[in-house]
């Protein structure tokens, strides 16, 4: 599909292959790995995202007259609203009960990850735009003649200029960790109060005395052994909370082999045998908790993999924040405190478009409310608190 603007040309691609990789990646920067062509790659190649799973590519790709890639975005056409993270489930329910046809819809995200980064790529010094990025994924949206075009888990410049496009706004929450300088992880016990302190100490002890090794794996040093422990990790997790898995068995390795040594595989091992591991992406400033698995049950296991080496592997890197994925009000006591995330909804129908909107401004009054009430269980020292 081709739709023209003025001095541009918006191009969709059913594959992310269509479009150089140099290219892409001369748009999407080297900050955020879930939008960099070899993660989308990956998603792709390894059969994750694609007919089975209901993610359909339409890479969006913006040029000027002289064919340079101007802007990108990783875009799928979805005729469901799973894998997303950002629930619009009500929305389309309330919009076919009322005789109108939400899907296919455009989303555009990093799949399956709630990962929040840059949605639409713009190429440094092009001089081209966000809104200019928006205005042509909406005429697409217009000429294929669909409901919506969803930018999930967008930064918070893209969320802004978005709204100021016409772009319904979505507040969500997750828990981050932000790295207040420390140098090392009994800095960032000290930054605690003193029975949250004990309560942290005591986990991490319990953890590290029940018998298992701790190591921790990047790129080239992940094996296939490694691999298919995790992969039997995923599984069991997601056959257990979820029932149906997104990512297949190639795709792990397939990550470790574009992305190298972003990817992070924090292993817990009995007798050398893999027995748990957590798996996480290196930006340029942050460490991204992805998926995790384990098989058995040890105490604070979970705590220890997910968050706590998260926690020591970015101090010792020098990163600014571990992002710990979805959900997990439990994060809070583990110092990863509530922070915002965005996304922004182009919906083409007048009244949907209305009524989601009231919904949303009553839901971000609430989010907010909801992140400043958990705040104050908050585990770090109040000013001026001392032991």
């Known amino acids: 599909m081709s739709s023209s603007m003025t001095d541009l040309t918006l191009t969709l691609h059913r594959c992310i292959t269509d479009i150089p990789a140099a290219d892409w990646n001369a748009c999407a920067g080297e900050t955020n790995p879930f939008v960099s062509h070899e993660f989308l790659l990956a998603v792709e190649e390894s059969g994750s995202a694609g007919p089975r ?3 359909l590519p339409q890479h969006a790709a913006l040029r000027n007259t002289a064919g340079l890639l101007v802007a990108a975005a990783p875009m799928y056409a979805k005729t469901h609203s799973y894998g997303e993270y950002v629930f619009d489930h009500g ?26 980064g840059p949605r639409l790529l713009l190429r440094p010094d092009s001089g081209i735009t966000t809104a200019a990025m928006a205005q042509a994924l909406v005429q697409a949206c217009d000429e294929l003649d669909l409901s919506s075009v969803h930018a999930t888990f ?12 016409g772009w319904l706004q979505r507040m969500g929450m ?32 319990d953890a590290n005395s029940c018998g298992l090794e701790y190591v921790t794996l990047r790129g080239s040093e992940i094996g296939k052994r490694e691999w298919d422990a995790f992969y039997q990790f995923y599984s069991s997790t997601v056959d257990r909370k979820w029932g ?8 792990f390795p397939l990550l470790g082999k574009r992305l190298g040594d972003r990817v992070v595989l924090m292993l817990a091992l009995e007798a050398g045998r893999p027995v748990a591991g957590a798996l996480n992406l290196m930006g340029a400033d942050t460490l991204y908790g992805r998926n995790w698995g384990c098989l058995g049950d040890w105490p604070f296991l979970h705590f220890e993999l997910c968050y706590y080496r998260a926690i020591d592997f970015a101090i010792t890197q ?58 104050a269980y908050s585990p770090y020292k109040k000013l001026g608190e001392t032991d």
């Open 318 to 375: 020098g990163l600014a924040r571990v992002e710990a994925g979805a959900q997990g009000e439990h994060k809070i006591q583990r110092g990863y405190l509530p922070t915002p995330t965005f996304s922004a909804h182009w919906i083409a129908h007048p009244g949907l478009r209305r009524a989601v909107g009231s919904f949303l401004e009553e839901e971000r009054i609430g989010k907010l409310g909801e992140m400043e009430a958990l705040m």
């Open 174 to 205: 997750q828990f981050h960790w932000d790295n207040k300088g420390y140098q090392t992880f009994d800095d960032f016990l000290g930054a605690l109060s003193s029975r949250k302190r004990k309560s942290l100490k005591r986990e991490r002890r």
């Open 91 to 116: 929305w389309a329910h309330a919009f076919e009960r009322a005789g109108g046809k939400y899907y296919p819809k455009l989303q555009v995200a990093s799949p399956f990850s709630p990962v929040p």
């Open 244 to 251: 149906s898995a997104y990512l297949t068995e190639e795709f």
């Open 154 to 165: 967008c930064t918070p410049e893209e969320w802004q200029c978005l709204g100021e496009q």
């Open 53 to 55: 799973t209901g993610w």
